[in-house]
Nanobody, 117 residues
Framework: QVRLVESGGGLVQAGGSLRLSCAAS????????MAWYRQAPGKQRELVAR???????NYADSVKGRFTISRDNAKNTVYLQMNTLKPEDTAVYYC???????????WGQGTQVTVSS
């Protein structure tokens, strides 16, 4: 089992910044992905950014150049630095952990990000 605890959401004006954190605890194997997804009201959950334990990252086109995902493997923590936020970034942001070989995945409880115009 893996437990994910997110923090850092809130209300910010357009153009502002927020930093999300997600700490994983439990049975953590070295080969894994940690990622951030988001879900806006009435929309499907979508991938925002993913970080692999190998060091690779990928981003949704809508956030490239504005968001940065990083991780501290020693702390089993992943971060999402969000800059130049837009109202369309408003959503509940979820942390996701997935073991690469087994495919087992776990979700955090979600943290609300609201960007006012």
């Amino acid at each position: 089992q893996v437990r994910l605890v997110e923090s850092g959401g809130g209300l910010v004006q357009a153009g502002g910044s927020l930093r999300l954190s997600c700490a994983a605890s439990g049975t953590i194997f070295s080969a894994n992905h940690m990622a951030w997804y988001r879900q806006a009201p009435g929309k499907q959950r979508e991938l925002v950014a993913r970080s692999s334990s190998s060091g690779s990252t990928n981003y949704a086109d809508s956030v490239k150049g504005r968001f940065t995902i990083s991780r501290d493997n020693a702390k089993n923590t992943v971060y999402l630095q969000m800059n130049t936020l837009k109202p369309e970034d408003t959503a509940v942001y979820y942390c996701n952990f997935r073991r690469i070989f087994s495919g087992d995945e776990y979700w955090g409880q979600g943290t609300q990000v609201t960007v006012s115009s």
